[in-house]
Every structure is written in C-alpha cells, then in structure tokens.
C-alpha cells in the first residue's frame, strides 16, 4: 500500500510540475493522467469497462468498436494478462454488457452498466 500511495503521490507531483511549467499538450497530458490513474487504482473490470468506453467514444460507429489491437496489445496497454481480458469481455458478454460477433468487434449493449465500473 506505501509503495502505491508513494508512486501516486510521484505521479500527481510530475502532473502538477507540467501544469505549472506550461509544457502541456491538454488532451494528451489528460489522458495520459487518466491512464496512469488507471494503471494504479482500477481492477481488471474497471479497466476494460474504461477502455472499451474510451474506444466507443473515439469511434464514428456509436456503439460499436472496431478494435485497432489484438487482444494481447490490449492486456499489455491495460497492464493485465490476455486471458484477464479474455475472461473480463466473456463476463460482460454474459452479462450482456457487450456482445462480440467476432475478435477484433465489440458492441456496446449496456453502457450504463460499463459506466458504473468506469466511475
């Protein structure tokens, strides 16, 4: 838990010493902030959950995802293993928060449920 709590208190210092010297590039600055956040306090669900909301919302198609990545890129960028998120889109399919007609597509069927892990 220290080890945590010490590198969340680095990290907000980093963001705070960009903020202050003016060497932000807004957006990229956010989402990067977004996703060490990510990295450090959410579970496997509530990072999937946050990143299939994250696809959605850069996507044209509403609420279906055309993944750029494999499986294996996803886990990598989310920090977990390919057979978490395996398990974690198989769950929300049961659950009927998404549906997967194939590897690399994902419709978003209950994004308030998704919502609620991103929160």
């Known amino acids: 838990m220290k080890f945590l709590l010490l590198n969340m208190k680095l990290i907000m210092w980093f963001f705070n010493l960009v903020w202050d010297k003016r060497f932000m590039f807004c957006k990229n600055v956010i989402l990067m902030k977004k996703l060490l956040l990510l990295l450090l306090i959410k579970n496997a669900q509530e990072r999937v959950a946050a990143f299939l909301l994250e696809m959605a919302d850069r996507s044209q198609a509403g609420g279906a995802i055309e993944l750029p990545m494999s499986r294996q890129d996803i886990a990598d960028y989310l920090g977990l293993t390919i057979e978490t ?35």
């Not at 395996?86 to 308030?112: C, D, G, K, Q, Y």
């Open 85 to 119: 998120v395996s398990r974690t889109l198989t769950h929300f399919e049961t659950a009927a928060a998404i549906e997967l007609p194939r590897s690399r597509r994902i419709v978003l069927r209950n994004r308030s449920a998704l919502n609620k892990l991103n929160a």
